[in-house]
Protein backbone atom coordinates (compact mmCIF):
# COMPACT_ATOMS: atom_id res chain seq x y z
CA UNK A 1 0.00 0.00 0.00
CA UNK A 2 1.07 3.38 -1.06
CA UNK A 3 0.22 6.78 0.45
CA UNK A 4 0.87 10.18 -1.56
CA UNK A 5 -0.11 13.16 0.22
CA UNK A 6 -0.49 16.55 -1.57
CA UNK A 7 -1.74 19.77 -0.21
CA UNK A 8 1.01 22.02 1.97
CA UNK A 9 2.60 24.86 0.55
CA UNK A 10 2.98 28.86 2.09
CA UNK A 11 -0.01 30.28 3.78
CA UNK A 12 -0.12 33.64 5.58
CA UNK A 13 -1.55 34.04 9.47
CA UNK A 14 -4.88 32.81 9.33
CA UNK A 15 -5.32 31.37 5.99
CA UNK A 16 -6.30 27.86 5.04
CA UNK A 17 -5.08 24.57 3.43
CA UNK A 18 -6.39 21.06 2.39
CA UNK A 19 -4.56 18.36 2.76
CA UNK A 20 -5.54 15.30 0.59
CA UNK A 21 -4.05 12.06 0.85
CA UNK A 22 -4.12 8.90 -1.05
CA UNK A 23 -4.08 5.41 -0.87
CA UNK A 24 -3.11 2.60 -3.73
CA UNK A 25 -2.46 -0.87 -3.70
CA UNK A 26 -4.55 -2.06 -1.08
CA UNK A 27 -6.65 -5.52 -1.37
CA UNK A 28 -8.48 -4.17 2.53
CA UNK A 29 -10.51 -1.07 3.20
CA UNK A 30 -8.47 1.33 5.00
CA UNK A 31 -10.37 1.78 8.61
CA UNK A 32 -7.89 4.18 10.30
CA UNK A 33 -6.69 7.25 8.60
CA UNK A 34 -4.51 9.75 10.65
CA UNK A 35 -2.77 13.16 9.89
CA UNK A 36 0.86 13.64 12.16
CA UNK A 37 2.85 16.57 11.71
CA UNK A 38 6.64 17.02 12.76
CA UNK A 39 7.95 20.59 13.27
CA UNK A 40 11.30 21.62 13.78
CA UNK A 41 13.58 20.42 16.18
CA UNK A 42 10.22 18.49 17.81
CA UNK A 43 8.70 14.95 18.03
CA UNK A 44 6.23 14.05 15.80
CA UNK A 45 2.44 14.30 16.72
CA UNK A 46 -1.05 13.34 15.95
CA UNK A 47 -3.13 15.67 14.38
CA UNK A 48 -6.07 14.03 13.84
CA UNK A 49 -7.44 10.37 12.97
CA UNK A 50 -10.64 9.47 11.85
CA UNK A 51 -11.74 5.56 11.70
CA UNK A 52 -14.54 3.46 9.67
CA UNK A 53 -16.61 4.09 12.48
CA UNK A 54 -16.35 7.78 12.08
CA UNK A 55 -15.11 8.19 15.23
CA UNK A 56 -12.68 11.06 15.12
CA UNK A 57 -10.02 13.14 17.39
CA UNK A 58 -8.07 16.03 17.30
CA UNK A 59 -5.11 17.07 19.52
CA UNK A 60 -6.09 19.89 21.36
CA UNK A 61 -4.39 22.74 19.59
CA UNK A 62 -5.85 22.35 16.39
CA UNK A 63 -9.41 21.67 17.79
CA UNK A 64 -12.00 24.45 16.11
CA UNK A 65 -9.54 24.84 13.24
CA UNK A 66 -8.96 21.71 11.24
CA UNK A 67 -11.38 18.92 10.37
CA UNK A 68 -10.63 15.60 8.77
CA UNK A 69 -12.90 13.57 6.82
CA UNK A 70 -12.44 11.07 3.91
CA UNK A 71 -13.92 9.46 1.14
CA UNK A 72 -14.23 5.44 0.90
CA UNK A 73 -14.75 5.20 -1.98
CA UNK A 74 -11.69 7.28 -3.24
CA UNK A 75 -9.39 5.69 -0.44
CA UNK A 76 -8.58 9.18 0.11
CA UNK A 77 -8.34 11.29 3.66
CA UNK A 78 -8.70 15.08 3.66
CA UNK A 79 -7.50 17.60 6.58
CA UNK A 80 -9.29 20.80 6.02
CA UNK A 81 -6.85 23.36 7.91
CA UNK A 82 -8.12 27.36 8.91
CA UNK A 83 -6.80 29.44 10.84
CA UNK A 84 -3.70 28.46 10.41
CA UNK A 85 -1.07 29.59 13.09
CA UNK A 86 3.04 29.98 12.71
CA UNK A 87 2.91 27.15 14.95
CA UNK A 88 1.23 24.63 12.62
CA UNK A 89 4.44 24.70 10.52
CA UNK A 90 5.91 21.68 10.18
CA UNK A 91 6.05 18.43 7.81
CA UNK A 92 2.32 16.70 7.32
CA UNK A 93 2.21 12.84 7.27
CA UNK A 94 -0.71 10.83 6.74
CA UNK A 95 -0.84 7.41 8.04
CA UNK A 96 -3.29 4.53 7.46
CA UNK A 97 -4.24 0.80 8.57
CA UNK A 98 -6.41 -2.10 7.90
CA UNK A 99 -7.62 -2.02 11.51
CA UNK A 100 -9.44 0.54 13.29
CA UNK A 101 -6.01 2.11 15.04
CA UNK A 102 -2.38 2.91 14.28
CA UNK A 103 0.08 -0.49 14.31
CA UNK A 104 2.98 -1.39 14.16
CA UNK A 105 2.32 -2.74 10.47
CA UNK A 106 0.13 0.62 9.45
CA UNK A 107 1.32 2.98 6.14
CA UNK A 108 2.89 6.02 5.69
CA UNK A 109 2.57 8.73 3.53
CA UNK A 110 6.11 10.94 2.14
CA UNK A 111 4.92 13.85 4.15
CA UNK A 112 3.88 17.29 2.69
CA UNK A 113 5.54 20.66 4.13
CA UNK A 114 3.13 23.26 6.05
CA UNK A 115 4.53 26.98 6.25
CA UNK A 116 2.60 29.64 7.75
CA UNK A 117 4.10 32.44 7.74
CA UNK A 118 3.86 36.27 6.50
Known amino acids: VQLQACGGGLVQPGGSLRLSCVASGSRFSIKYWGWYRQGPGETRELVAS???????NYVDSVKGRFTISRDNAKNTVYLQMNNLKPEDTAIYYCSADHRGYLSNNGYWGQGTQVTVSS
Open 50 to 56: TTSSRHT
